[in-house]
């Protein structure tokens, strides 16, 4: 036994010697012909060695290939933004075609390329061609996408004036600024710009890359593409636009909003005449042949009583883009789309905002309004999304996020109500509360003592919502009353988004009194749930769409699910029966209308900045903001002034000749006051002018129009309407 146990390891220091052997000589093996490989790298480098001046020129190639190396790794991570933004999918997503009609089949306008070649560029006057082509970019069909002697003579030029006088982007960087980015003025944009510059350039033709440029670019008067802005200012097709036309057209991409000829004809004249000029210095044409358009300039149509909803119709047209990206349309791209968008309310509330902006915007030290009115389930009849779309295509109504002050507390409200904790006649005291170092005020500084729930909405306290996060928090047992106070927060805030909020809201101690920012559209869809009896409708832009050959491919009350019911019927009718009192008996008496029962909330925020009034009938739900885009404080503007006052001018507009519905919860107007309203569309409406058209002729005429829109395609235009402000500037207390 011994023996053969000693016999296995004597075998194993055998084998270990063996490999130890082996392992030896093949590392002095590979040692060795390392060594005769790098005797003959050597040898063949020493007969490659230069000296003198070829060293000089050989040292930089190889400093230059590791630059370029370096460059290159540089440059691919430069570029991966824009290729992550530059794809197939979203270029088809960028040339949709779509007609939008109004609720009564009229067009109201376009948005998107044209892409189903109903007008081919070879179908263009070759003097507009040469027009855009000799402002625009000259050598455009010999670049790859990028001028490098454009971009050179206009840093030299721009360098010499101290200033920016000339732009270096080509036609193609400027296609991708339009199709794929915005116009912020950065680094970070140009370079997105140049790569997707090039990314364009290999997957479409020079001709596909300036028919899409013609088609897409924004030409002002709410119109996009030469074909539409010829229809627009010379009420001609651009087949047939004359070379002073063609030159008033091509002057319009520079600066649609300076040189729109219905906003500044002379501009556009003068406009016109630098590009007549630039098509002599490109050599497209002589002088002698561009002197008879100089002596002769374009005259466009009248068009200064025209009006375009055109921040409508950018929200309609992205609403649409998503409905596509759902697979809910197909793969059409060209669209007649049928919005519940109403003219009238639409003209009302855009006047109603210049007018009182005009008047009363000084005074208060603001400058910017905006409003969304619509159905109670969802359907959006109008949006003002600025003063001003030509000198600003920011939708404030859209996309632009503020504080709403005390208009959110209706959402504090209907949280503790569903709760179980309060009732409209619950006593609450309006006393000090502090959690941390934060303690509420009062907007008169003052606290006012108990008073039922009912009444502390109406007038606006800021200490009961916090108490009230307070109290839902403590209901899940948390006696610590700052921790109960965030757990409070969190279920204000689940109920916000259930109500339709979508905007990130930060959690804050002053989340309740409305530290938080929202949109004024969503503002208007969460006031919608109360109108609606609890049940939540996502705002619509679409109640029809129909593919380029006529089908109905998409209905609303077909292929949306059912409101969705988010607050109970009862929390609802209670929370509508205390907004109703706002307008009557609190902060929002400016906004009352005759004879339409109406509820609604006030909103201010510190320092002035941002001023509300939301609020609704069982009809229609309208949100109001007022103030800076540069969020500067105003002359203390209140929610119960500015918006309280358009709210009621565009609503007691909006109100005649509807069939008045009942809100949930709240007893209906006494039959008298009901009829003065419904009555009210055969007068006069209220703070306008004698000869204006009552809003259910209009509609009437609307309707009629719409049948004799393929024989007569101009819209109607619209009619200038004096809005009726009553003094706010004398003694009367302002209020929120």
């Given at each position: 036994?011994?023996?053969?146990?000693?016999?296995?390891?004597?075998?194993?220091?055998?084998?270990?010697?063996?490999?130890?052997?082996?392992?030896?000589?093949?590392?002095?093996?590979?040692?060795?012909?390392?060594?005769?490989?790098?005797?003959?790298?050597?040898?063949?480098?020493?007969?490659?060695?230069?000296?003198?001046?070829?060293?000089?020129?050989?040292?930089?190639?190889?400093?230059?290939?590791?630059?370029?190396?370096?460059?290159?790794?540089?440059?691919?991570?430069?570029?991966?933004?824009?290729?992550?933004?530059?794809?197939?999918?979203?270029?088809?997503?960028?040339?949709?075609?779509?007609?939008?009609?109004?609720?009564?089949?009229?067009?109201?306008?376009?948005?998107?390329?044209?892409?189903?070649?109903?007008?081919?560029?070879?179908?263009?006057?070759?003097?507009?061609?040469?027009?855009?082509?000799?402002?625009?970019?000259?050598?455009?069909?010999?670049?790859?996408?990028?001028?490098?002697?454009?971009?050179?003579?206009?840093?030299?030029?721009?360098?010499?004036?101290?200033?920016?006088?000339?732009?270096?982007?080509?036609?193609?960087?400027?296609?991708?600024?339009?199709?794929?980015?915005?116009?912020?003025?950065?680094?970070?944009?140009?370079?997105?710009?140049?790569?997707?510059?090039?990314?364009?350039?290999?997957?479409?033709?020079?001709?596909?890359?300036?028919?899409?440029?013609?088609?897409?670019?924004?030409?002002?008067?709410?119109?996009?593409?030469?074909?539409?802005?010829?229809?627009?200012?010379?009420?001609?097709?651009?087949?047939?636009?004359?070379?002073?036309?063609?030159?008033?057209?091509?002057?319009?991409?520079?600066?649609?909003?300076?040189?729109?000829?219905?906003?500044?004809?002379?501009?556009?004249?003068?406009?016109?005449?630098?590009?007549?000029?630039?098509?002599?210095?490109?050599?497209?044409?002589?002088?002698?042949?561009?002197?008879?358009?100089?002596?002769?300039?374009?005259?466009?149509?009248?068009?200064?009583?025209?009006?375009?909803?055109?921040?409508?119709?950018?929200?309609?047209?992205?609403?649409?883009?998503?409905?596509?990206?759902?697979?809910?349309?197909?793969?059409?791209?060209?669209?007649?789309?049928?919005?519940?968008?109403?003219?009238?309310?639409?003209?009302?509330?855009?006047?109603?905002?210049?007018?009182?902006?005009?008047?009363?915007?000084?005074?208060?030290?603001?400058?910017?309004?905006?409003?969304?009115?619509?159905?109670?389930?969802?359907?959006?009849?109008?949006?003002?999304?600025?003063?001003?779309?030509?000198?600003?295509?920011?939708?404030?109504?859209?996309?632009?996020?503020?504080?709403?002050?005390?208009?959110?507390?209706?959402?504090?409200?209907?949280?503790?109500?569903?709760?179980?904790?309060?009732?409209?006649?619950?006593?609450?005291?309006?006393?000090?509360?502090?959690?941390?170092?934060?303690?509420?005020?009062?907007?008169?500084?003052?606290?006012?003592?108990?008073?039922?729930?009912?009444?502390?909405?109406?007038?606006?306290?800021?200490?009961?919502?916090?108490?009230?996060?307070?109290?839902?928090?403590?209901?899940?047992?948390?006696?610590?009353?700052?921790?109960?106070?965030?757990?409070?927060?969190?279920?204000?805030?689940?109920?916000?988004?259930?109500?339709?909020?979508?905007?990130?809201?930060?959690?804050?101690?002053?989340?309740?009194?409305?530290?938080?920012?929202?949109?004024?559209?969503?503002?208007?869809?969460?006031?919608?749930?109360?109108?609606?009896?609890?049940?939540?409708?996502?705002?619509?832009?679409?109640?029809?769409?129909?593919?380029?050959?006529?089908?109905?491919?998409?209905?609303?009350?077909?292929?949306?699910?059912?409101?969705?019911?988010?607050?109970?019927?009862?929390?609802?009718?209670?929370?509508?029966?205390?907004?109703?009192?706002?307008?009557?008996?609190?902060?929002?008496?400016?906004?009352?209308?005759?004879?339409?029962?109406?509820?609604?909330?006030?909103?201010?925020?510190?320092?002035?900045?941002?001023?509300?009034?939301?609020?609704?009938?069982?009809?229609?739900?309208?949100?109001?903001?007022?103030?800076?885009?540069?969020?500067?404080?105003?002359?203390?503007?209140?929610?119960?002034?500015?918006?309280?006052?358009?709210?009621?001018?565009?609503?007691?507009?909006?109100?005649?000749?509807?069939?008045?519905?009942?809100?949930?919860?709240?007893?209906?107007?006494?039959?008298?006051?009901?009829?003065?309203?419904?009555?009210?569309?055969?007068?006069?409406?209220?703070?306008?002018t004698a000869g204006h058209m009552p809003r259910q002729s209009f509609e009437v005429l609307s309707a009629v129009s719409s049948m004799f829109k393929s024989l007569e395609p101009r819209r109607i235009a619209s009619r200038p309407v004096q809005v009726g402000i009553r003094d706010i500037s004398g003694s009367e207390p302002r209020v929120r």
């Amino acid at each position: 036994m011994e023996f053969r146990k000693a016999g296995w390891r004597t075998r194993l220091k055998r084998f270990a010697l063996a490999a130890d052997s082996w392992l030896d000589a093949g590392l002095w093996g590979a040692g060795r012909r390392t060594g005769e490989i790098h005797e003959r790298i050597r040898s063949i480098a020493d007969r490659l060695t230069v000296s003198g001046g070829k060293r000089i020129a050989t040292e930089f190639a190889s400093e230059g290939l590791n630059i370029g190396i370096v460059g290159a790794i540089f440059v691919l991570a430069l570029a991966l933004p824009a290729f992550r933004i530059g794809n197939e999918e979203t270029l088809k997503n960028q040339v949709f075609a779509v007609t939008f009609l109004d609720r009564y089949g009229a067009s109201i306008g376009h948005r998107g390329a044209r892409h189903d070649d109903s007008l081919k560029l070879e179908e263009m006057p070759d003097h507009l061609l040469k027009a855009v082509l000799a402002t625009e970019d000259r050598r455009f069909y010999d670049h790859f996408g990028i001028d490098l002697i454009g971009t050179f003579r206009a840093i030299t030029v721009n360098a010499r004036a101290s200033g920016v006088v000339q732009g270096g982007s080509s036609l193609t960087q400027q296609l991708a600024k339009n199709l794929f980015l915005n116009n912020e003025r950065s680094l970070d944009r140009k370079i997105k710009e140049a790569f997707l510059a090039l990314w364009l350039e290999t997957r479409l033709t020079k001709n596909e890359i300036l028919k899409l440029y013609l088609d897409r670019a924004y030409m002002g008067g709410g119109t996009f593409g030469a074909a539409a802005a010829a229809e627009y200012y010379f009420g001609k097709s651009v087949r047939d636009v004359s070379l002073a036309e063609a030159a008033m057209l091509a002057g319009l991409f520079k600066a649609p909003t300076k040189y729109a000829p219905h906003v500044n004809l002379p501009a556009a004249r003068a406009r016109a005449n630098d590009v007549l000029n630039s098509m002599v210095d490109a050599g497209f044409m002589t002088a002698g042949q561009v002197d008879s358009a100089k002596r002769n300039p374009a005259t466009p149509v009248d068009r200064k009583r025209d009006s375009s909803p055109d921040y409508y119709l950018d929200w309609a047209f992205d609403a649409v883009k998503e409905l596509a990206a759902e697979g809910k349309l197909g793969n059409d791209r060209v669209l007649t789309v049928k919005t519940p968008h109403d003219i009238a309310i639409q003209e009302r509330a855009d006047e109603a905002i210049e007018s009182i902006l005009r008047q009363h915007g000084p005074a208060y030290h603001v400058k910017q309004a905006a409003t969304v009115i619509m159905d109670p389930d969802g359907a959006v009849r109008a949006i003002v999304g600025g003063r001003d779309y030509g000198a600003s295509q920011f939708n404030r109504a859209t996309a632009g996020q503020r504080q709403p002050g005390s208009s959110f507390k209706p959402f504090v409200y209907a949280t503790a109500l569903s709760s179980g904790l309060y009732k409209p006649t619950t006593i609450v005291t309006d006393r000090p509360v502090c959690i941390g170092n934060w303690c509420p005020k009062n907007y008169g500084g003052s606290f006012s003592g108990s008073m039922p729930l009912t009444v502390a909405l109406a007038k606006s306290i800021n200490s009961i919502p916090v108490q009230m996060s307070i109290a839902i928090g403590k209901a899940t047992g948390e006696t610590h009353e700052a921790r109960a106070a965030a757990i409070g927060r969190k279920k204000i805030i689940e109920t916000a988004r259930a109500m339709g909020l979508t905007t990130p809201l930060t959690d804050t101690v002053s989340l309740p009194i409305g530290a938080g920012e929202v949109t004024v559209i969503d503002m208007a869809a969460g006031y919608s749930v109360l109108a609606n009896g609890g049940r939540r409708a996502k705002p619509y832009a679409a109640i029809e769409i129909a593919n380029s050959q006529g089908e109905v491919i998409y209905r609303h009350d077909r292929d949306e699910p059912e409101p969705k019911q988010v607050l109970s019927p009862q929390v609802a009718q209670d929370m509508n029966f205390m907004l109703s009192k706002v307008p009557t008996e609190g902060t929002g008496r400016r906004a009352a209308l005759d004879g339409v029962v109406t509820a609604g909330k006030t909103g201010t925020t510190n320092g002035y900045k941002d001023a509300w009034y939301v609020g609704y009938s069982g009809n229609l739900v309208g949100a109001v903001w007022f103030g800076n885009d540069n969020s500067a404080e105003t002359a203390n503007m209140t929610g119960g002034s500015l918006p309280a006052m358009t709210w009621k001018e565009v609503m007691q507009f909006a109100h005649q000749g509807l069939e008045l519905k009942a809100i949930p919860g709240v007893p209906a107007a006494d039959p008298k006051g009901a009829a003065v309203a419904k009555a009210g569309s055969a007068a006069t409406p209220p703070g306008a002018t004698a000869g204006h058209m009552p809003r259910q002729s209009f509609e009437v005429l609307s309707a009629v129009s719409s049948m004799f829109k393929s024989l007569e395609p101009r819209r109607i235009a619209s009619r200038p309407v004096q809005v009726g402000i009553r003094d706010i500037s004398g003694s009367e207390p302002r209020v929120r």
